[in-house]
């Protein structure tokens, strides 16, 4: 069996090196986490927005925080419209629900 020192590894290209490395600091994380509360606050206007945090999609659903019950229930009224919104302003989401979960926005 050849010990690790001994394999000869193959050339990668740059940008295959620094996406991994950008992958390992987080940074595309970070990045579409703002481009996801960017399209959130158009979706929902300003007024709405600065109540709610857009959270991660998993599972092709949304999470997002919102400060108290009283605005919970106005998103949860306007759902389907910000769904539409959302899919012709952040395609790349790809989303098929929206969870919406009372808690800290900051």
Avoid at 14 to 41: C, D, F, M, P, S
Avoid at 64 to 75: C, D, G, I, K
Wanted: hydrophobic share 35%; aromatic share 4%; net charge positive.
């Amino acid at each position: 069996m050849k010990k690790l020192a001994d394999r000869k590894r193959s050339p990668q290209p740059i940008g295959h090196i620094i996406g991994e490395l950008l992958l390992r600091r987080g940074v595309g994380r970070r990045l579409a986490t703002e481009q996801n509360q960017a399209a959130w606050k158009e979706a929902v206007g300003d007024p709405l927005a600065q109540y709610t945090h857009c959270g991660k999609v998993y599972r092709r659903r949304l999470e997002v925080l919102v400060a108290n019950s009283t605005f919970m229930q106005e998103l949860t009224s306007q759902k389907k419209q910000i769904m539409r919104r959302l899919r012709e302003t952040a395609p790349q989401l790809e989303i098929d629900d929206i969870r919406f979960k009372i808690g800290n926005v900051e």
